[in-house]
């Protein structure tokens, strides 16, 4: 069978199926492709929270298909801190633990501990499968390091989802700098080969803009059943430019942003169509003078106070927003 013959037969059976490829391919990666995001970044426990990180560690949620039976990896790049990407204050002198855990305690939906939202609370619930401290470590500045093998009946199974939870902790355990990495989830410890049906997610997401006008950063929360509206909180934005919110019924809502070292908070309503799909907000920089090195926070809850996801590949494909088109009756004259 020729190559390009085959190419089409699978983008047919993916059409047919409902998944997108751009959804299958970049699943794996967090930050993912569509997120355009260049890093997510945790400070050591001596920084400021002026610098954009405002409890200096940060959760990631891995989900693995319950039909997967392969042992994996999660490979972090540049998990050490002090290469070309980190962020120095004076000279490097961060330490980054970064702890993966499974088992029972591991599934956030079940735990809300295990969601580090909450002051005081024991995020580090289940399993420690393994860990691994970072400093300032040339052999792995732009290079990955690989957690594993693992296997997915280590993690705490998911009914809903049908799938093996796994989580990851990053905490700045020493000094001020700022630790910049990223995740991506692979059937391989040496290479980046994707599971499919696989998907990440964060309740507080903490990441690095690029130091670029045109550059626009998106994250992608998930709008579940039973939600009517959600009160959305951003952190350090720094006055860099706005905030958008899109989705197939909003084709741009625009957010109160915070500035430096404070929060801006507000309420989003909900519409019917926007249940069960993903929003899409949109980070674009401010024109004119550059803001450089902008790290931000941002975190979701619906009218519960429940915490909301966000997901690394956005469930149900990155939202475009559909016009609405109304049809008014004439009624000829008689």
């Not at 990666?29 to 426990?45: C, R, S, W």
């Not at 909180?233 to 905030?243: P, R, V």
Request: aromatic share 14%.
């Amino acid at each position: 069978m020729k190559p390009e013959r085959f190419i089409n037969i699978a983008l047919i059976i993916l059409f047919l199926s409902g998944i997108t490829l751009p959804a299958m391919l970049n699943a794996q990666a967090v930050p993912g492709k569509d997120e355009n995001i260049p890093f997510l970044v945790t400070f050591g426990k001596e920084g400021k929270v002026s610098w954009g990180d405002n409890d200096f560690f940060q959760i990631f949620f891995f989900s693995i298909p319950k039909d997967f039976n392969q042992q994996f990896y999660i490979r972090v790049f540049d998990p050490d801190c002090g290469g070309e990407n980190d962020e120095i204050q004076g000279e490097f002198n961060s330490k980054t633990l970064f702890s993966v855990y499974g088992g029972v305690g591991a599934d956030p939906e079940k735990h809300e501990e295990s969601r580090g939202l909450e002051k005081g609370t024991n995020y580090k619930l289940g399993n420690q499968l393994a860990s691994r401290v970072f400093g300032a470590e040339p052999r792995y500045d732009n290079k990955y390091f690989s957690f594993g093998p693992l296997t997915p009946t280590e993690g705490e199974f998911n009914q809903k989802w049908n799938s093996y939870i796994f989580k990851v902790v990053i905490e700045g355990v020493a000094g001020d700098d700022g630790n910049l990495y990223r995740f991506f989830l692979s059937r391989d410890e040496n290479n980046n080969l994707a599971i499919e049906g696989a998907n990440a997610f964060t309740y507080s997401y903490t990441f690095r803009m690029w130091n670029d006008f045109k550059s626009i950063a998106h994250i992608y929360p998930y709008v579940d059943t039973g939600i009517v509206s959600i009160k959305q909180e951003n952190f350090d934005w720094d006055n860099d430019g706005k905030i958008l919110v899109v989705s197939r019924y909003k084709r741009g809502i625009e957010l109160p942003i915070s500035n430096e070292a404070d929060w801006a908070r507000s309420n989003i309503a909900i519409e019917p169509q926007e249940i069960n799909s993903s929003l899409d907000f949109q980070f674009h920089k401010r024109q004119g003078e550059l803001v450089k090195n902008n790290n931000v926070v941002v975190r979701l809850q619906n009218q519960r106070g429940d915490a909301v996801k966000f997901y690394s590949s956005p469930i149900g494909g990155v939202p475009v927003y559909v016009p609405r088109t109304s049809v008014t009756k004439i009624t000829p004259k008689k």
